[in-house]
Structures are given as structure tokens and as C-alpha cells.
């Protein structure tokens, strides 16, 4: 399967009416997210592959208030090299130049993170705009959008104000992120909810329609420090608006669940859900990515014990 | 097999097979062969017939085709059994029916692929959704087992209990069946269908390690021959069947006049119902769980696919690339949505009709990709630009074969959902609460689901409006259907009626009129019937004579015949639409007004009781004043006869309510010509039933003497009719009426057989009763007014 290189979304001009008439089910929704993994499965050779791609598609991800230059060059470094080659020998997958999606960092570590990448092809994100709670002044967070820009970072992870979408102020959540769609340029818009603030799904649904009207080119869960992360309710909804929105505007965005994906279970079932609702083509890295860092030693952990049939430590796999 | 590196590539999915090795092993330690299992112990095996795996066609085992004595030797064992059983406390009933669901849980795995080896059904349908219903099931009867005597006071087992259960959900039908009975106290003969006997098998053999003693739980393995073996067996004293319309009707009729009681979970053909406010894509899977659950092979499956014409095109293009993702194959494989259809016969039958959908005009559409070759696989299949007159919008097609139909209101929504001989479920969908719980209540089925579909739980009575059957399975609803009033504790038959006797005299002398005191002749009053609210003539032009207790002739009324009561069905449809929506309050004030106005003619209503019956003024005034009493009682209840709110496992309330049947005959006792019209009437009235009612044929002149009554307490017009005349013949018509939704006989023991034998037609519910009653005995209220209304679960399940 290749993945032809896709327009960017230019985003729309912002239709109220459209936004206002999207209604999520939860129930139902919850229904249909329970099903996803019991319905799917991958076995075997299957799920090897499957986990490999998964790694692929993550963003490794350190976002912690005492990190520095030493942890970032680490995380960069697991990034290069995510499988042991032994690992990868033995599943005939030496050849597939397997690599993180990208590395995602506070703007204060793009340079350093920028340094240890290069060559490699694998881009660093920066989180952006006050990151988490997106309350920093207006300017300010353009600003720090285009500093990280200039530092290198080539996705930008933005945060919304929840307020706009909790006063149902669509207007302002529209302006807010064409602005800083804006400020990105080149680099590509990942849009942050925070769905775990954002209290229903048909919130979340019409602020993931509004911020894909504003011209994100992805939109993604959660920033990781909200009480609830991604789930696949949430995931649900979310998806289900990139689908209408491609059908509506024939422009493809992209997908990034953060947040408490921890196991390699949960990575496949974010798959599968990829899958089933989107297609195969929103299982490439241009548009699907996973926010995470503990979820990479847990893959190792799974694709270890397929090549050995026997379970696998953690302390067997080098750290991130 | 693709490396690694490919897969890598392509991303598609693997096989993910369910190991058949346990499952196979039981059926080897069996050697391939299985007689019944009776009274604790298996048959040797008898005349054998092959049990296939319908996905490959290979034989998994041969069981034994049940003959009349088998089915005798069950019973026997079953009866022997009963008096043991039924006499345990209810707290060691409730430790056997534990056991049961805990040994259902301990070998679920097992169960869930000897399931679907068995029936084609994906093993994670057996597994997450089939199984665990059942111990659910068991878990839930364990607890009615100990509450029984506390919470049915009164009543207890029927006896022994043949039960029939169908191929679709063999083990589920099994739970919901056998843990009702047992929990009541009744023992059980189960015959699984011949296409899938295995689980029932397994279950029966785990049971009995599990302790259950031999002889409650016998199962005896065979085609419909044996099945009508135990429907027509003497020492049965229930039947419970679920299974297709067609061999309900066959039950019903071969029953009739048996005094069997009787269940039946039939067909449907169930709206599922969109409007334009819908969460869409919460719809699309709704439609997957509706039609493509179990390949479509349920009876309570969303077949008929009712969409506002406003998004049909839109909702249409979603299921079809739904569809396109559904993936059909080896039921052991766990990540397939759709296994194998049951059996060839059934897929031949679905093939046919979406032939004759074709052939009718409506337009088909499947998806790209093609079902396995070797076996019984049938794609999922969309027909649209369907008429409610195609075949394929009115026949159940039993496969994953959806029909869909746009329409423009909420209003013409109902009245295509309502278009159907069925009546077993419908799923609403649309986010406007106002809407949803408006249309369920206007559904003319046992179930509605809103914004879901197919959700069960034991706590929740399943079954159908009209001919999807009567009775119903799970919750205390259910429960009643195994038990039965404990002769004493109400009112038991005094004797044979005696208006055979009677009718014959009217007919072959009918003497003069007594003549009155004065000179002149007095003014006629013979009465007419009442029909509409008015007084009118019989359609015949006959009269017939009434006679007092000595012969005389005191009177005479109306010969009513066919074309009368159907005017009085017409004139109660018409009534039955308002009064069944009126307030309970409006109908209690109604019932309280006719014993007003009853009482302030009491002694009028005596004199003419005295007249017919030979009564002594002292049981007349006492028959006069319990009427009063009764209407009272009625009145009471009106407002009182409330639905519960079942604790189902999900974030939402199952809404249990009581709908009137509609309009019901009462064909009233003769004895008793005022009272016991009163005590029939009264609570069809208070539950919003429309009623047209065949009186006392010796004594119909207490209810003639009604009439006026009725007319000066503000009944409405049509919601009480009365045809006097012939008892067996009137009621024969109205047990023959397709538009009569239920009928309550007292009488004669052949009239109670036409009764039931004709009421096959549209399956309508009737009450039949032999032999005089008496009615002064307060009778308990509460069965009146369960057998005046039919429950409705409506699930709502929430959260924003």
C-alpha cells in the first residue's frame, strides 16, 4: 500500500449551520467503541506487523518539567533505533527503515531535539501556544508557534481554548485556530482539544468539524495532562468528522489519540479502529499518529516474545 | 502465508481461529453419538440424523430422532420429578438455579464453540453476547426461585412444561425458557431444534453434575415430529415455544381446548426507524447490530428499515460502505462479523425471496467482495426502492437482509412500522427525546429499543403484540407465565355452565308473555343492541325469548349475528384509539360514574335479576351491590395498574409498561348476568380497552339494562358494545375476527376449543374459562388486569 503524498487541508470558511446540527450519540457511540476490539483481532505474523507499524506512527513524546538536553538526546536516540536489530532480523523487517513517526517535545528542547534527529528523516514536534491549558496571552502563543518554527520543529501541536468551545463560541475556536494555522507556515497544525475537558462528544465532534474548518491538518485528543485522555468513544467521534469532512471538502486530515496509550493491546485496537471507520490509508504516518512514551517499550516487549515465544521484561529493552 | 514484511506493507487482516479442540473432544467422548437425556441419564441412542457444521458441511455428530415414546418416557420422568421439585423451598431451588449459572460461567468457552461450531454464529457473538445472557438468565431466576413464594403469593408451578425452542440462539432460547420453570418449580421436557441440539445436550449433561436432580431438566432431541409429540401429549401442562408464526399457529391450534397453557415468541418483521435528527453514524452500526447480527437470523431482527425521506439517500450511501467493511466467514474465526447461515434449507429460502425482491421491482445492492464457496455464507444485502406490498417488506426473510422504505412524518412512521401482521420489536432513532417517547407508545410491538437495538437482559420481558406471539420471557412478566393460581386461593369452577339447557328451551317453546296486570298491552321495550354508542336493530331482524327460572318468557332481545359484531368491532376500533390514550384518571372517573349511576338504579337491576335468575331479593340486591363494588374496584385501579422500571445492565432505564390489548370480545359468563359482565368488563375498561361483549345468552337482560347506564355515565361511544345472542355462535365470529386483539370465553368446554382452535388466525390472546364461577368471591384483581393488558419494555438508554 503506497501513501501518495496528500494536499494539505486550507481549511473552510466556517458554516455554523453545519456545526450546530452535528449531534454524537454517546450510548451508541460507546456501543460501537466497545465492539471495535471484539469485533478485530491480529494474530501472529499479523499482529508483528501490525505493532510494527504502530511504531511508525508514534510520537515519541516527552513532556515533563524536568527534562533536559540529556533525556531529549535519549528519547531521540530510541527513536532512530526503536526495535533491537536482532528483534528486527528475525521478523525479516531489517529492511523497512523503521522509525518513530516523530519525536514531540516542549519548544524549549526543538533545537536540541532538531540536532540529534538529523539525517534521520524524523521530524520533531514542538506542543505550542501555553501548552497545556492554551491560556498564555494571544500574542504570545503565536509567537511561541513561530519560535519553534524557526527552531525547526516541522509539526506543530497546538492547544484550543475550551472556553470558546464550553460558550459554544465557534466563531472565536475558528478564528483562534486559523490564526495559528497561520503562524505554522510550512510546518503542519496538529489541533488539540483536550477532549477531557470538553464534557460531551458532541462538543468534542463540533470542535474537531471547526478546528478542521480553521485548516488543521490533524486533530488529536488530548495533551496528556487532562484528567481523561484518549479513549475510543472519543476516538470515535473525532474520526467520524474526518470522515465527513473529506466527504464534504475531498481533503484528508489526520488523527493523533494522546494520552494513557500505554500497551501494545491499546495500540492495536486504535488501529483497528483506523481502519474500520477511515480506511488504510489513515494507517500512515501522514495521517495517523500515536502520542505516547511508555507505549514503545511495551511493542518491544510483544514483538520480543513473537520472535521468542517467551514473555518478555522491560529492562530488556534499551530505554527511551 | 505472507511474512511480516508484506503484511507491513498491506496491512490487512490475518486469520484469527477459535481452537475447536475441547469441543471436539466432548463430542468424541460421546463417540459421535447422543440419545435424549432423561431423568438424569442418557437414552441409547435410537434412530440417528446428522448434526452439520453448516460452515463446511461436515457432520459433527449424530443425535437421535425422538419418537412418542421417548417424549413419553421424558414426561414421565418430568412428572415423576415435579413433586420433589416443587415442593423444596424456594432458597434450595434458588442454590440449584445458582449452580446453574455458575456452571454455565465455569464452561462458557466451551459452550460459546460448541454454539457456533453447531449454528454457524461467530464465535464472539457466542462468546460475548450468547453466554454470558445465559448466565445471566440463570443468576436472574436464581433470584425469583427464592423470591418466589414471598413475591407470586397465591400461585405456584404449572406442572410439567414442554418447551420448543428454535435454531438461532439454541442456548439463549434454552435460559430463557428452562430458568423461568425451574425457578418456578415446574420440570421441564426441551426439545432443541433438530439443526442444533448440541449445546442443549452439553447443558443438560453439565446440569446434572452440576446437581440438579434427575428428571427437572429433560431433553429430548428430534424433528417437528417429536416437538408435536410433546405439544399433544396428555400429562403437559404447558407449552412454551419460540420459533416461526407458522408452526405457533399449528401449536395454538393443536392445544386448543386442551387447558394447556401456553407461551409463543414468534416472528417478526421489526421497524427500525430513523428521523432526520439521528446520530447517523451511531444509526449505520445500529443497522449492523439490527440485520447482521447473527447473519439476520433473528426474530426480533431490524429488517424493515424506515428512513425520513430527507436523509434516506445520505444514510443509504453510509450502510452501503458499512457493508463494504462487514467481514463474512469461519464462524471460529474471531474477527468475522458474519458467520454461516444455520442450515441449506434456510439459505435457499433466503436466496428465493431476494429473488423475488428482484423480480418485484426493488433494487438490490451487495457489497464488492464475495462470500466463502464451501458452506452456508449469504453476503449482507441491501434492497431499496422497496413498497410496503413488495413481499420482501412483508414476509420475516430470517437472513441478513435488510428492505428499506423512506417516509415523510412522524405519523405516517407509525403507520408504516404499525403495517405488519407482527408486532415483536422497533428501534426509534433520532436525538429529540419528545419524539422518542412519543412514537414508542404508538408502536404495536412487545419491545422498542431507542437509539439501540437488539438489547436483552433477563431482567426485561421479551415477546410480541400480535402474531409475534403472547407471553413473555425474563422479568416478573415472564415469571407468570410458569405459574399458575393455587386452586382455593381465588375462585374455583363450581359446575358446568348451564346455558346449553337453557337456549335449547328458548328455542323450541317459547311461551307467551306473561300477561301484564292491567288491561292494555304495555309498551314494548325489547331492547336492540348497543353498538357504537347507540341503540340499534339487529342486523337479522330476529329476536330471541328470554326466560325467567321457571321458563317463562319475561322478555325478549335481539338475535345479534356476524354483521353485528362486526360493526361492533368497527365502532370499538374507533373508540379504541381515544380511550386507550385517555388518562387513567378520566377512565377511573368513568368506572365510578357507571357505579353511581348503577347503584342509584339498584333496585330496578335487582328486580330484573330476580326475574331472570329466581334469585331471592336478598342475592339479588347482594349481586347488584358487589357490581358496584366491583366497578369500584376497577375504578381504583385504573390509575393504580402501573409498569416498573427494570434494573437492565446498561446507563438507562428499561420502561415496562402496560398497554391495553386494543379490542377484546368478552364473551360473559351466564351465570351471574350482572356481576360477572361487571367483573369482566370492568377491568378491560379501567385498562383502556375498547370491548365488544356477548352477555349471559339465558339472562342478557341485566345487560341490556345497561345500556341506558352506560349512556348517562359518559362512556364513550364505541368503547363498550353489546351483541345479545347465540354464546358459541357470537363468539366463534369473534375468535374468527382478524381485528380482535384478544378474547376472554367463559363457557363451555367446546366453546372454549373453537375458541382457542379459531384464534390461530391472527394469534389473538384469549382467556378461556369452563364451567360457572363464583363471582361474589373477590377475585383477584390483579390477574384481570394482567390479562387486560400486554407489557411493553421500552429501552432508553442515555448519557450526553
Not at chain 2, 420448543?164 to 430458568?179: D, E, G, R
Given at each position: 500500500m503506497s501513501a501518495a503524498e496528500l494536499p494539505r487541508n486550507p481549511g473552510q470558511p466556517l458554516d455554523l449551520e453545519v456545526v450546530r446540527a452535528i449531534r454524537v450519540n454517546r450510548s451508541a457511540a460507546e456501543r460501537r467503541a466497545a465492539t471495535i476490539p471484539t469485533r478485530r483481532t491480529v494474530k501472529r505474523e499479523w499482529q508483528a506487523a501490525w505493532l510494527l507499524k504502530a511504531i511508525t506512527l508514534m510520537d515519541l513524546t516527552t513532556l515533563s518539567g524536568d527534562d533536559t538536553a540529556g533525556n531529549v538526546r535519549r528519547l531521540c536516540a530510541k527513536a532512530r533505533h526503536p526495535v533491537r536489530p536482532e528483534i528486527l532480523a528475525a521478523l525479516g523487517a531489517a529492511d523497512l527503515g523503521i522509525t518513530v513517526g516523530a519525536v514531540c517535545v516542549y519548544h524549549t528542547w526543538v533545537g536540541t531535539a532538531v540536532d540529534a534527529l538529523q539525517g534521520s528523516g524524523i521530524p520533531v514536534a514542538a506542543v505550542s501556544t501555553g501548552f497545556p491549558a492554551g491560556l498564555a496571552p494571544f500574542e504570545t502563543r503565536l509567537a511561541e508557534i513561530a519560535a519553534s518554527v524557526r527552531a525547526g520543529a516541522r509539526e506543530i501541536d497546538i492547544v484550543i481554548t475550551r472556553a470558546h468551545v464550553l460558550t459554544g463560541d465557534w466563531a472565536a475556536l475558528y478564528d483562534e485556530v486559523k490564526a495559528f494555522r497561520a503562524a505554522c507556515g510550512d510546518a503542519h497544525l496538529k489541533a488539540i482539544l483536550a477532549t477531557g475537558e470538553l464534557a460531551t462528544l458532541t462538543n468534542v465532534a463540533r470542535a474537531s468539524w471547526v478546528a478542521m474548518q480553521a485548516g488543521a491538518d490533524f486533530i488529536k485528543t488530548s495533551t496528556g495532562k487532562e484528567g481523561v485522555n484518549a479513549t475510543l468513544p472519543v476516538s470515535l467521534a473525532m474520526v467520524r468528522q474526518i470522515r465527513e469532512y473529506e466527504a464534504a471538502t475531498g481533503f484528508k486530515v489526520g488523527y493523533k489519540p494522546a494520552g494513557g496509550i500505554r500497551t501494545a493491546k491499546q495500540a492495536l485496537e486504535f488501529l483497528l479502529l483506523m481502519k474500520e471507520e477511515l480506511g488504510d490509508r489513515w494507517l500512515h504516518p501522514d495521517l495517523f499518529r500515536f502520542g505516547a512514551s511508555a507505549l514503545l517499550t511495551d511493542i518491544e516487549r510483544q514483538l520480543e516474545h513473537f520472535v521468542t515465544g517467551r514473555y518478555a521484561a522491560a529492562h530488556r529493552q534499551p530505554m527511551p | 502465508m505472507p511474512s511480516v514484511a508484506e503484511i507491513f506493507q498491506t496491512m490487512a487482516y490475518g486469520p484469527a481461529p477459535e481452537s475447536d479442540k475441547e469441543a471436539k473432544a466432548w463430542l468424541a467422548a460421546h463417540g459421535g453419538r447422543f440419545g435424549h437425556f432423561v431423568d438424569g441419564a442418557w437414552t441409547r441412542p435410537g434412530t440417528p440424523f446428522d448434526v452439520i457444521d453448516p460452515s463446511d458441511a461436515t457432520r459433527l455428530a449424530t443425535v437421535t430422532q425422538g419418537t412418542g415414546r421417548d417424549v413419553d418416557a421424558a414426561v414421565a420422568a418430568a412428572r415423576k420429578a415435579f413433586r420433589g421439585w416443587s415442593r423444596l423451598a424456594p432458597h434450595v431451588r434458588a442454590r440449584h438455579l445458582y449452580a446453574l449459572a455458575r456452571m454455565v460461567q465455569k464452561h462458557a468457552r466451551l459452550f460459546a464453540v460448541v454454539e457456533s461450531m453447531d449454528n454457524g454464529k461467530p464465535i464472539r457473538e457466542t462468546r460475548d453476547i450468547d453466554i454470558p445472557l445465559v448466565a445471566r438468565h440463570f443468576y436472574h431466576h436464581a433470584g425469583w426461585a427464592q423470591l418466589r413464594d414471598a413475591e407470586f403469593a397465591g400461585y405456584g408451578p404449572v406442572g410439567v412444561v414442554g418447551q420448543i425452542i428454535p435454531w438461532n440462539f439454541p442456548l439463549l432460547m434454552l435460559a430463557w425458557k428452562v430458568a423461568p420453570a425451574l425457578a418456578a418449580g415446574n420440570t421441564v421436557v426441551l426439545k432443541p431444534a433438530e439443526f442444533t441440539p448440541l449445546s442443549a445436550l452439553l447443558f443438560a449433561e453439565l446440569a446434572h453434575e452440576a446437581g440438579l436432580p434427575p428428571g427437572v431438566l429433560n431433553v429430548v432431541t428430534g424433528d417437528g415430529r417429536t416437538g408435536a409429540a410433546l405439544v399433544e401429549h396428555r400429562d403437559v401442562d404447558k407449552i412454551a415455544f419460540t420459533g416461526s408464526t407458522e408452526v405457533g399457529r399449528l401449536i395454538r391450534k393443536a392445544t386448543a381446548g386442551s387447558g394447556k397453557k401456553l407461551s409463543l415468541e414468534l416472528g417478526g418483521k421489526s421497524p427500525f426507524i430513523v428521523y432526520e435528527d439521528a446520530d447517523l453514524d451511531a444509526v449505520v452500526e445500529g443497522v449492523v447490530d439490527a440485520i447482521w447480527f447473527n447473519q439476520g437470523q433473528v426474530?426480533?431482527?431490524?429488517?424493515r428499515l424506515l428512513v425520513q425521506e430527507g436523509i434516506h439517500d445520505r444514510l443509504m450511501a453510509r450502510i452501503r460502505a458499512r457493508m463494504e467493511r462487514l467481514r463474512v466467514g469461519d464462524p471460529l474465526d474471531k474477527a468475522v462479523d458474519m458467520g454461516a447461515i444455520v442450515a441449506p434449507e434456510q439459505l435457499e429460502r433466503i436466496t428465493q425471496l431476494v429473488a423475488q425482491g428482484k423480480a418485484e421491482g426493488a433494487t438490490m445492492w451487495q457489497p464488492s467482495w464475495s462470500v466463502p464457496r464451501n458452506g452456508c455464507f449469504y453476503p449482507p444485502t441491501l434492497f431499496t426502492n422497496v413498497e410496503p406490498a413488495s413481499t420482501i417488506a412483508q414476509v420475516e426473510i430470517f437472513g441478513p437482509v435488510l428492505v428499506a422504505m423512506s417516509f415523510r412524518t412522524p405519523e405516517e412512521s407509525v403507520a408504516l412500522a404499525n403495517n405488519t401482521v407482527f408486532g415483536l420489536a422497533a428501534s426509534v432513532w433520532t436525538e429529540n427525546i419528545n419524539l422518542a417517547l412519543d412514537i414508542a407508545p404508538k408502536l404495536k410491538a412487545g419491545v422498542v429499543w431507542v437509539n439501540a437495538t437488539n438489547l436483552f437482559d433477563a431482567a426485561a420481558g421479551f415477546g410480541g403484540y400480535r402474531e409475534s406471539g403472547f407471553g413473555r420471557e425474563g422479568g416478573r412478566e415472564g415469571m407468570w407465565e410458569y405459574l399458575t393460581e393455587i386452586a382455593g386461593s381465588g375462585s374455583a369452577p363450581k359446575g358446568p355452565a348451564r346455558s346449553a339447557v337453557r337456549t335449547r328451551a328458548a328455542r323450541t317453546a317459547p311461551p307467551a308473555l306473561a300477561a301484564p296486570a292491567d288491561a292494555g298491552p304495555g309498551v314494548d321495550r325489547t331492547p336492540k343492541l348497543f353498538v357504537g354508542g347507540k341503540q340499534t336493530r339487529p342486523d337479522s331482524g330476529y329476536s330471541r325469548a328470554v326466560l325467567d327460572a321457571r321458563g317463562r318468557r319475561i322478555g325478549e332481545v335481539g338475535e345479534g349475528n356476524r354483521k353485528d359484531l362486526r360493526n361492533a368491532v368497527e365502532a370499538a376500533h374507533a373508540a379504541a384509539k381515544t380511550w386507550g390514550r385517555s388518562t387513567a384518571h378520566l377512565r377511573a372517573q368513568i368506572l365510578y360514574y357507571i357505579g353511581e349511576n348503577l347503584d342509584a338504579r339498584g333496585e330496578e337491576f335487582a328486580a330484573r335479576l330476580r326475574a331472570q335468575t329466581g334469585a331471592t331479593a336478598g342475592q339479588a340486591r347482594a349481586e347488584v351491590a358487589a357490581s358496584v363494588d366491583r366497578l369500584f374496584t376497577y375504578a381504583a385501579w385504573a390509575d393504580k395498574w402501573d409498569g416498573a422500571v427494570h434494573h437492565v445492565p446498561i446507563r438507562g432505564v428499561a420502561l415496562q409498561m402496560h398497554e391495553p390489548i386494543g379490542v377484546v370480545g368478552v364473551v360473559a359468563p351466564d351465570e351471574a348476568p350482572l356481576l360477572g359482565l361487571v367483573s369482566t368488563v370492568a377491568p378491560l375498561l379501567a385498562t383502556g380497552n375498547a370491548i365488544v361483549v356477548v352477555p349471559s345468552?339465558?339472562?342478557?337482560l341485566s345487560a341490556t339494562d345497561l345500556y341506558t347506564v352506560l349512556e348517562s355515565s359518559d362512556v364513550p361511544a364505541g368503547a363498550v358494545n353489546i351483541v345479545t345472542g347465540a354464546k358459541d355462535a357470537l363468539a366463534k365470529v369473534l375468535a374468527e375476527h382478524d381485528d380482535v386483539e384478544g378474547l376472554w370465553y367463559w363457557g363451555t368446554a367446546a366453546g372454549r376449543t373453537a375458541v382457542e382452535h379459531a384464534s390461530a388466525a391472527n394469534m389473538k390472546r384469549t382467556w378461556c374459562h369452563v364451567g360457572a364461577r363464583d363471582w361474589h368471591g373477590a377475585p383477584d384483581a390483579r390477574h384481570f388486569l394482567r390479562e387486560a393488558t400486554q407489557v411493553k419494555n421500552i429501552w432508553v438508554p442515555y448519557g450526553e
Amino acid at each position: 500500500m503506497s501513501a501518495a503524498e496528500l494536499p494539505r487541508n486550507p481549511g473552510q470558511p466556517l458554516d455554523l449551520e453545519v456545526v450546530r446540527a452535528i449531534r454524537v450519540n454517546r450510548s451508541a457511540a460507546e456501543r460501537r467503541a466497545a465492539t471495535i476490539p471484539t469485533r478485530r483481532t491480529v494474530k501472529r505474523e499479523w499482529q508483528a506487523a501490525w505493532l510494527l507499524k504502530a511504531i511508525t506512527l508514534m510520537d515519541l513524546t516527552t513532556l515533563s518539567g524536568d527534562d533536559t538536553a540529556g533525556n531529549v538526546r535519549r528519547l531521540c536516540a530510541k527513536a532512530r533505533h526503536p526495535v533491537r536489530p536482532e528483534i528486527l532480523a528475525a521478523l525479516g523487517a531489517a529492511d523497512l527503515g523503521i522509525t518513530v513517526g516523530a519525536v514531540c517535545v516542549y519548544h524549549t528542547w526543538v533545537g536540541t531535539a532538531v540536532d540529534a534527529l538529523q539525517g534521520s528523516g524524523i521530524p520533531v514536534a514542538a506542543v505550542s501556544t501555553g501548552f497545556p491549558a492554551g491560556l498564555a496571552p494571544f500574542e504570545t502563543r503565536l509567537a511561541e508557534i513561530a519560535a519553534s518554527v524557526r527552531a525547526g520543529a516541522r509539526e506543530i501541536d497546538i492547544v484550543i481554548t475550551r472556553a470558546h468551545v464550553l460558550t459554544g463560541d465557534w466563531a472565536a475556536l475558528y478564528d483562534e485556530v486559523k490564526a495559528f494555522r497561520a503562524a505554522c507556515g510550512d510546518a503542519h497544525l496538529k489541533a488539540i482539544l483536550a477532549t477531557g475537558e470538553l464534557a460531551t462528544l458532541t462538543n468534542v465532534a463540533r470542535a474537531s468539524w471547526v478546528a478542521m474548518q480553521a485548516g488543521a491538518d490533524f486533530i488529536k485528543t488530548s495533551t496528556g495532562k487532562e484528567g481523561v485522555n484518549a479513549t475510543l468513544p472519543v476516538s470515535l467521534a473525532m474520526v467520524r468528522q474526518i470522515r465527513e469532512y473529506e466527504a464534504a471538502t475531498g481533503f484528508k486530515v489526520g488523527y493523533k489519540p494522546a494520552g494513557g496509550i500505554r500497551t501494545a493491546k491499546q495500540a492495536l485496537e486504535f488501529l483497528l479502529l483506523m481502519k474500520e471507520e477511515l480506511g488504510d490509508r489513515w494507517l500512515h504516518p501522514d495521517l495517523f499518529r500515536f502520542g505516547a512514551s511508555a507505549l514503545l517499550t511495551d511493542i518491544e516487549r510483544q514483538l520480543e516474545h513473537f520472535v521468542t515465544g517467551r514473555y518478555a521484561a522491560a529492562h530488556r529493552q534499551p530505554m527511551p | 502465508m505472507p511474512s511480516v514484511a508484506e503484511i507491513f506493507q498491506t496491512m490487512a487482516y490475518g486469520p484469527a481461529p477459535e481452537s475447536d479442540k475441547e469441543a471436539k473432544a466432548w463430542l468424541a467422548a460421546h463417540g459421535g453419538r447422543f440419545g435424549h437425556f432423561v431423568d438424569g441419564a442418557w437414552t441409547r441412542p435410537g434412530t440417528p440424523f446428522d448434526v452439520i457444521d453448516p460452515s463446511d458441511a461436515t457432520r459433527l455428530a449424530t443425535v437421535t430422532q425422538g419418537t412418542g415414546r421417548d417424549v413419553d418416557a421424558a414426561v414421565a420422568a418430568a412428572r415423576k420429578a415435579f413433586r420433589g421439585w416443587s415442593r423444596l423451598a424456594p432458597h434450595v431451588r434458588a442454590r440449584h438455579l445458582y449452580a446453574l449459572a455458575r456452571m454455565v460461567q465455569k464452561h462458557a468457552r466451551l459452550f460459546a464453540v460448541v454454539e457456533s461450531m453447531d449454528n454457524g454464529k461467530p464465535i464472539r457473538e457466542t462468546r460475548d453476547i450468547d453466554i454470558p445472557l445465559v448466565a445471566r438468565h440463570f443468576y436472574h431466576h436464581a433470584g425469583w426461585a427464592q423470591l418466589r413464594d414471598a413475591e407470586f403469593a397465591g400461585y405456584g408451578p404449572v406442572g410439567v412444561v414442554g418447551q420448543i425452542i428454535p435454531w438461532n440462539f439454541p442456548l439463549l432460547m434454552l435460559a430463557w425458557k428452562v430458568a423461568p420453570a425451574l425457578a418456578a418449580g415446574n420440570t421441564v421436557v426441551l426439545k432443541p431444534a433438530e439443526f442444533t441440539p448440541l449445546s442443549a445436550l452439553l447443558f443438560a449433561e453439565l446440569a446434572h453434575e452440576a446437581g440438579l436432580p434427575p428428571g427437572v431438566l429433560n431433553v429430548v432431541t428430534g424433528d417437528g415430529r417429536t416437538g408435536a409429540a410433546l405439544v399433544e401429549h396428555r400429562d403437559v401442562d404447558k407449552i412454551a415455544f419460540t420459533g416461526s408464526t407458522e408452526v405457533g399457529r399449528l401449536i395454538r391450534k393443536a392445544t386448543a381446548g386442551s387447558g394447556k397453557k401456553l407461551s409463543l415468541e414468534l416472528g417478526g418483521k421489526s421497524p427500525f426507524i430513523v428521523y432526520e435528527d439521528a446520530d447517523l453514524d451511531a444509526v449505520v452500526e445500529g443497522v449492523v447490530d439490527a440485520i447482521w447480527f447473527n447473519q439476520g437470523q433473528v426474530c426480533c431482527a431490524g429488517s424493515r428499515l424506515l428512513v425520513q425521506e430527507g436523509i434516506h439517500d445520505r444514510l443509504m450511501a453510509r450502510i452501503r460502505a458499512r457493508m463494504e467493511r462487514l467481514r463474512v466467514g469461519d464462524p471460529l474465526d474471531k474477527a468475522v462479523d458474519m458467520g454461516a447461515i444455520v442450515a441449506p434449507e434456510q439459505l435457499e429460502r433466503i436466496t428465493q425471496l431476494v429473488a423475488q425482491g428482484k423480480a418485484e421491482g426493488a433494487t438490490m445492492w451487495q457489497p464488492s467482495w464475495s462470500v466463502p464457496r464451501n458452506g452456508c455464507f449469504y453476503p449482507p444485502t441491501l434492497f431499496t426502492n422497496v413498497e410496503p406490498a413488495s413481499t420482501i417488506a412483508q414476509v420475516e426473510i430470517f437472513g441478513p437482509v435488510l428492505v428499506a422504505m423512506s417516509f415523510r412524518t412522524p405519523e405516517e412512521s407509525v403507520a408504516l412500522a404499525n403495517n405488519t401482521v407482527f408486532g415483536l420489536a422497533a428501534s426509534v432513532w433520532t436525538e429529540n427525546i419528545n419524539l422518542a417517547l412519543d412514537i414508542a407508545p404508538k408502536l404495536k410491538a412487545g419491545v422498542v429499543w431507542v437509539n439501540a437495538t437488539n438489547l436483552f437482559d433477563a431482567a426485561a420481558g421479551f415477546g410480541g403484540y400480535r402474531e409475534s406471539g403472547f407471553g413473555r420471557e425474563g422479568g416478573r412478566e415472564g415469571m407468570w407465565e410458569y405459574l399458575t393460581e393455587i386452586a382455593g386461593s381465588g375462585s374455583a369452577p363450581k359446575g358446568p355452565a348451564r346455558s346449553a339447557v337453557r337456549t335449547r328451551a328458548a328455542r323450541t317453546a317459547p311461551p307467551a308473555l306473561a300477561a301484564p296486570a292491567d288491561a292494555g298491552p304495555g309498551v314494548d321495550r325489547t331492547p336492540k343492541l348497543f353498538v357504537g354508542g347507540k341503540q340499534t336493530r339487529p342486523d337479522s331482524g330476529y329476536s330471541r325469548a328470554v326466560l325467567d327460572a321457571r321458563g317463562r318468557r319475561i322478555g325478549e332481545v335481539g338475535e345479534g349475528n356476524r354483521k353485528d359484531l362486526r360493526n361492533a368491532v368497527e365502532a370499538a376500533h374507533a373508540a379504541a384509539k381515544t380511550w386507550g390514550r385517555s388518562t387513567a384518571h378520566l377512565r377511573a372517573q368513568i368506572l365510578y360514574y357507571i357505579g353511581e349511576n348503577l347503584d342509584a338504579r339498584g333496585e330496578e337491576f335487582a328486580a330484573r335479576l330476580r326475574a331472570q335468575t329466581g334469585a331471592t331479593a336478598g342475592q339479588a340486591r347482594a349481586e347488584v351491590a358487589a357490581s358496584v363494588d366491583r366497578l369500584f374496584t376497577y375504578a381504583a385501579w385504573a390509575d393504580k395498574w402501573d409498569g416498573a422500571v427494570h434494573h437492565v445492565p446498561i446507563r438507562g432505564v428499561a420502561l415496562q409498561m402496560h398497554e391495553p390489548i386494543g379490542v377484546v370480545g368478552v364473551v360473559a359468563p351466564d351465570e351471574a348476568p350482572l356481576l360477572g359482565l361487571v367483573s369482566t368488563v370492568a377491568p378491560l375498561l379501567a385498562t383502556g380497552n375498547a370491548i365488544v361483549v356477548v352477555p349471559s345468552e339465558p339472562h342478557p337482560l341485566s345487560a341490556t339494562d345497561l345500556y341506558t347506564v352506560l349512556e348517562s355515565s359518559d362512556v364513550p361511544a364505541g368503547a363498550v358494545n353489546i351483541v345479545t345472542g347465540a354464546k358459541d355462535a357470537l363468539a366463534k365470529v369473534l375468535a374468527e375476527h382478524d381485528d380482535v386483539e384478544g378474547l376472554w370465553y367463559w363457557g363451555t368446554a367446546a366453546g372454549r376449543t373453537a375458541v382457542e382452535h379459531a384464534s390461530a388466525a391472527n394469534m389473538k390472546r384469549t382467556w378461556c374459562h369452563v364451567g360457572a364461577r363464583d363471582w361474589h368471591g373477590a377475585p383477584d384483581a390483579r390477574h384481570f388486569l394482567r390479562e387486560a393488558t400486554q407489557v411493553k419494555n421500552i429501552w432508553v438508554p442515555y448519557g450526553e
